[in-house]
């Protein structure tokens, strides 16, 4: 169990990089999505599920209606 905290943790930085160092939102949106899968499987290997739940749900929705608005931004030529 400690082993897949330890991968959970891994993956969550991993993500946040991902997230920051990419320069195209469309890879980007990838990094964000590792990271916050990570995050909640985190928080539900500490036994807080509904929590995760919660910002699996708010985090990552808003999140990503922000990546369509500035992809659907970059792709108007006008």
């Known amino acids: ?5 330890l991968f959970l943790g891994l993956c969550f930085v991993l993500g946040g990089l991902a ?8 890879y980007g949106v990838v990094g964000l999505v590792l ?12 036994g807080i599920s509904f929590v ?9 929705g808003g999140m990503l ?9 970059a792709a108007d030529p006008f």
């Open 1 to 5: 169990m400690t082993y897949f905290v």
């Open 19 to 26: 997230v920051a160092s990419n320069p195209s939102p469309y």
């Open 35 to 46: 990271a916050s899968v990570a995050g909640c499987g985190w928080l539900l290997s500490l």
């Open 52 to 60: 995760s739940l919660v910002l699996f749900m708010v985090y990552l």
């Open 65 to 73: 209606v922000v990546f369509v608005y500035s992809v659907s931004l």
